[in-house]
């Protein structure tokens, strides 16, 4: 039957009604029963009419009663007003259910605060405000929901959606280009205060003009930190506890990869010193504003190369020789390995000394082979990573993981464990060896020691 024939079938019940309540009164019955049966016959015919037509699906359940109102909060959280009676309550008053809104604002929508104090939503490209919540549309019940399970190609973005981040500040190393970036531009464009330490100021600065552009409420600002000298990190340290900001989230993401053989300031080997040491002593200076701020989270960039290298003497000791060996014991790759192996180890070791004061430290690899500046001091792996990019992850795909283990609820108050595609996996036999983290860290606290005076030790 055709969609026109389905609407007479429902005149035609409908009018056989009217006629026979009409039959009913041209010959005086007038028994209340009587009418009441028939109508409620009739009736039932009505609906069976109008299922039959595929027109009996309403939203009666949800619609309000008279002199009620549906309002949310703030945070999207959805309450109804009864101005007969003055109140308002959680719960809908026909169902019970409690609702929030899902997800963030349809884009071009903004939420601000009248003069009143009155939440108003304002629609950038049809130049209009109204105090309706336009996400009400797309309301959700209040259900106990199983965490979302990512993979290798979620996106940082896709982590955060509906996430407010507006009371968390998070700070990132080497923020400028590539995953940092991506890292720093996710956080921000969800309310985030982000901090982008960097050796590169006018870079930095050129990566918050870009994060701005897109968002102009983003707060995002860069600040002067090379990891290729503890002085600077320590200068750094001290003009960030001068912000009297908290630190919720502290990303160790800065890394070189394939450098020339070269010695810092401090005389150590530079990859060993800007992939390990110089966070180490980061995390040193800035402990205590992590355990001020706790619940906070360090998240350390790592990588799958850290399991082809080790780090230890034959005495079973953490080998400084390895980690900056001589010029002629060099090679680029290995001086990699051996301080993604020390990012791991520093981790687990930072999360068993921090973790009883609220600040938790997971380790991670943002994936394989893609094209970041990290590669840039070698034109072999530069060549070779630009033919292998097609086929592996972008930026916001290798900032996924990163953004993972900083906001994911399942992981309050977990940490020492190590993430890949955002997922927990097991990395190396020595990565996980408590004793070869105990003398890393060890080594880290001398090597600091002698080149400071009075750095607080953990």
């Not at 003069?115 to 919540?133: A, C, L, M, V, W």
């Not at 998070?170 to 901090?195: K, Y």
């Not at 020595?430 to 080594?443: G, K, N, R, T, V």
Request: hydrophobic letters at 40%; aromatic letters at 8%; a neutral charge.
């Amino acid at each position: 039957m055709q969609f026109g024939s389905r609407h007479r079938v429902v005149a035609e019940v409908l009018e056989d009604r009217r006629v026979r309540v009409s039959a009913l009164s041209d010959i005086c019955i007038h028994s209340p029963e009587q009418i009441f049966l028939s109508d409620f016959h009739h009736s039932l015919e009505a609906m069976a009419a109008l299922k039959y037509a595929g027109m009996d699906d309403t939203d009666s359940e949800d619609e309000l009663p008279p002199g009620w109102e549906e309002r949310s909060t703030k945070d999207g959280w959805v309450y109804y007003a009864n101005h007969d009676e003055m109140k308002t309550q959680w719960e809908h008053p026909k169902t019970g259910k409690k609702k929030r809104c899902a997800g963030d604002l349809p884009y071009g929508w903004e939420q601000e605060t009248d003069e009143k104090g009155q939440i108003i939503y304002i629609d950038h490209i049809n130049k209009r405000s109204t105090y309706f919540d336009p996400r009400h549309a797309f309301t959700v019940e209040d259900v106990v929901v199983k965490p979302k399970r990512y993979d290798g190609n979620t996106a940082a973005l896709e982590i955060l959606q509906g996430r407010d981040l507006s009371d968390k500040v998070v700070l990132i190393t080497g923020g400028n280009a590539g995953i940092g970036f991506e890292t720093a531009r996710s956080f921000a464009l969800h309310g985030a205060h982000v901090i982008l330490a960097c050796r590169n100021l006018t870079r930095a600065n050129k990566a918050v003009s870009l994060i701005q552009e897109e968002w102009h409420k983003a707060r995002v600002e860069a600040m002067m930190c090379n990891l290729a000298s503890l002085r600077s990190v320590r200068e750094f340290a001290e003009s960030f506890k001068a912000m009297k900001l908290p630190l919720h989230i502290l990303v160790c993401n800065a890394a070189v990869c394939t450098q020339p053989y070269m010695l810092t300031e401090d005389n150590l080997e530079s990859t060993f010193q800007i992939c390990h040491l110089g966070h180490f002593l980061l995390v040193q200076c800035l402990q205590d504003v992590l355990r001020r701020s706790a619940p906070a989270r360090v998240v350390v960039v790592s990588s799958e190369s850290h399991r082809f290298t080790d780090l230890l003497d034959s005495c079973g000791k953490v080998d400084l020789a390895l980690l900056s060996p001589s010029k002629k014991d060099y090679w680029s790759m290995l001086a990699y390995n051996r301080a993604k192996l020390c990012n791991i180890l520093f981790s687990n070791e930072l999360h068993r000394r921090l973790s009883p004061y609220g600040v938790t430290s997971n380790a991670l690899h943002p994936g394989n082979m893609m094209y970041t500046s990290i590669h840039r001091s070698w034109w072999l792996m530069t060549f070779l990573f630009t033919l292998a990019r097609p086929f592996t992850k972008s930026m916001q795909q290798g900032a996924a993981t990163t953004v993972y283990c900083a906001v994911a609820p399942e992981l309050e108050g977990l940490g020492g464990m190590y993430f890949n595609n955002c997922f927990r996996c097991q990395p190396s036999a020595q990565a996980q060896d408590p004793s070869s983290a105990a003398s890393l860290w060890e080594l880290s606290e001398r090597l600091v020691a002698e080149r400071s005076v009075g750095i607080q030790a953990l």
